[in-house]
Structure formats: structure tokens, C-alpha cells
């Protein structure tokens, strides 16, 4: 873009960190400590042999068992339970 801005650049980005934000007690830390997929990318390499994932495979399991925890059926609904 043309012309200046006199907006710093500080005021356009944010620093959190869950660890200070999510309670020690919450549901998902407790499954994140006991839930290893460490070796899921190595398993799963075989199908994918000559690109990357879309999506990774480790955020994918835990994305599904987030929404089955919190009983999301899907995304769309998902996306209405956090609007309303």
C-alpha cells in the first residue's frame, strides 16, 4: 500500500499463551497428556507418498476428539454454536 502508516506495527499482532489461559484442570489438558500420536504422521506416511497433508494428521484426530467431546457434529454446526 502507498503512503504512510501511523499505526505501529505492535497494535496489528498479539501474544497468548494458552498455558496462561486454559485452567491446569480442563478436560483437554488431561487427554493431552495421556494421548501419544506421535507416530501417527510415520503410519500414515505410506498413503501420502509424494505430497504433504492438507491438514495434519495429529491436529486432525485431536480436532475430532475435541468436537466428539463437546458433542459437534460437524462444522457448520460448530460454527452456529459459537455464533449464538
Given amino acids: 500500500m502507498m ?3 501511523d ?3 505492535d497494535e496489528l499482532f498479539y501474544t497468548l499463551n494458552l498455558d496462561d489461559v486454559v485452567p491446569e484442570d ?3 489438558r488431561n487427554i493431552d497428556r495421556v ?3 506421535s507416530e501417527l504422521r510415520e ?3 505410506v498413503f501420502q507418498p509424494c505430497r504433504a ?3 495434519d ?3 486432525m484426530i485431536r480436532m475430532f476428539l475435541i468436537g466428539y467431546c463437546l458433542g459437534i457434529r460437524s462444522e457448520r454446526a460448530s460454527f452456529v454454536t459459537r455464533s449464538t
Avoid: C, I, Q, Y
Fill in 35 to 37: 494421548l501419544d500420536l
Fill in 3 to 5: 503512503g504512510n502508516n
Fill in 57 to 59: 494428521p495429529e491436529l
Fill in 43 to 45: 503410519h500414515l506416511a
Fill in 26 to 28: 480442563r478436560l483437554f
Fill in 7 to 9: 499505526k505501529p506495527e
Fill in 53 to 55: 497433508p492438507s491438514v
